[in-house]
């Protein structure tokens, strides 16, 4: 059974920076194209950014590019999303998400497996 844990949310000033980290097991991490998404409270889920193993694409939302940075590891089979320059609009739950094909994609609806979900608070 595959699954995902997310980790490294907390409560940042505006301005200031977080590292999340996906770790996923039951599965090959290599295989999956990965995305983060987030959700804030009586939103939608949103799409954030996804990473493509196999040809390296990277997709980001508008809202984030420039601030945000994916990567992967797959020898660590660990997903990651550097914020920087946070806002109090980024303030959501953050989710990470599997999908079992290579090519990435922005809709939910695309991937099979998520992970719970990790706070991302951004104080002004």
């Known amino acids: 059974q595959v699954q995902l844990v997310e980790s490294g949310g907390g409560l940042v000033q505006a301005g200031g920076s977080l590292r999340l980290s996906c770790t996923v097991s039951?599965?090959?991490?290599?295989?999956?194209?990965m995305g983060w998404f987030r959700q804030a409270p009586g939103e939608e889920r949103e799409f954030v950014s996804t990473i493509n193993n196999y040809s390296g694409a990277i997709y980001y939302a508008d809202s984030v590019k420039g601030r945000f940075t994916i990567s992967r590891d797959n020898d660590k089979n660990t997903l990651y999303l550097q914020m920087s320059s946070l806002k109090p609009e980024d303030t959501a739950v953050y989710y990470c998400a599997a999908r079992r094909q290579r090519m990435t994609a922005q809709a939910p609806g695309f991937y099979d497996y998520w992970g719970q979900g990790t706070q991302v608070t951004v104080s002004s």
């Open positions: 039951g599965g090959t991490f290599r295989n999956y194209a």
